[in-house]
């Protein structure tokens, strides 16, 4: 038997086989994890983790069942105490549930939460689609003013500027509020009957399940079907009007460019108000990078509290595989200060404590326990990029001095066995000095 990794699913390695892969290196994985830790401390915004697992009603009730996510993509099982849970396919739901359920609203009535974690979709794979993804996003929870939902789409434009991403579109629309949409609705189902006989056979479904995905069908029967199709602007009450102009104030203010797209409506039940989406022009077909919108009504259908929220989720995959595309710079990868080759069995023993305590004084060192051919010792140590060797034999014990060889001047010295440490203390604070 052939062990392979579940279709849809990848390994994050510290070395990949090809360029192509350089979007799974471990290194790229936590320098953007590094970034967007400075960016949600920037804005404010505190962690937030919950269980890869819940009850399925979570996902039914919130997301709901027209969706495509709950309809076909869930990872549903049974425990053995006979329970139905869902690998979580998606973050704001189950945030929602834990807000409820830990009574956080008694600690203030605004909250500014964020998550990165792994999710699960069952679809068909491809470029940037995967079964097992992962997220970074951002609930912000208790605030009902515009200037919030401008707040989290500037966090996401904020995010791409520190990755160098310049090529993406955000897009954005308002599905107004619960008597917009069901307004909305009806205008719309009016609309589509006497034409559903021209639509695909996913759109004559949705008519029956969830009509407003219709909206955003890519296919060109559809399209020609929704010429002339109710907008949903023309159905927003006067307050979601106002709402939705004061967004796009606040994104014009910041200089944030932006589309209005009447067709944009989201896949999951519980968004009102501002919806929005950025897409990348270098990824294929499945080149959303980010995208979210207003829950208005999300956590009283938890039995929470009447609090507003909005939020956004980015694809990490998609994020890294954009900055591949557009040739983002990433930091260097890191490797130790200083390698130690011990040349025979007194050596060994020396190298090894001396190793142990420069590493617990926290610098970077790396030691070759085998015996060595020193040729190639070096040789590799050369390759790692490592500025500092030091190559300790019986000779040198008897000297009483090790050879210190700098790596990238190709210069020797040799230092004094008993005070080895503090020289390389020395060594490590004054590159250090010369770094920053
Ligand atoms: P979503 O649009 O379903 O929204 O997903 C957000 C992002 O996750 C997408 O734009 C994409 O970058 C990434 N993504 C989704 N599915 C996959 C997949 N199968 N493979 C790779 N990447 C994927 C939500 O999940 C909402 N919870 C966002 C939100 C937060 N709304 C309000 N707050």
Redesign the pocket.
Known sequence: MRYQQPKGTFDILPQVPNEEDAWRLSERWQYVEGVIRDLVHAYNYREIRTPIFEMTEVFTSAVGEGSD?VSKEMYTFEDKGKRSLTLR????APIARAFVENHLVGFGQHHKLYYIGP?F?Y?RPQA????Q?H?F???AIGQKAPEQDVEVIDMMCELYRRLHIPNYTIFLNSLGGEECRVRFLEKLKAFLEPRKEALSEDSRNRLIKNPLRILDSKDPNDRAVLQGAPSIQECLSEEAEAHFTSVRRGLDILKIPYQVAPGLV???DY?NHSVF??TSSVLGA?N??????R?DGLLRRFGGPTLP???????L???LSTMQGVKAPFPPSPHPFIYIIPLGERARELCLSLVCRLRHSGIPAEIFYQPPKLQKRLQEVDKRGTPYCLILGDEEIASGRAALKEMQQRTDETISLTNIEVEIKTLWQRTNARTI
Request: no cysteine; glycine share 24%.
């Open positions: 996510i396919p998606e973050g704001t999710y979709r679809d940037g689609r995967f079964r993804f997220q996003g951002v609930e989201r896949g999951l968004y989406e950025a499945q959303a990078i980010g995208a979210g919108g829950y929220g909005v939020g956004f989720a980015i694809g995959e998609r994020l």
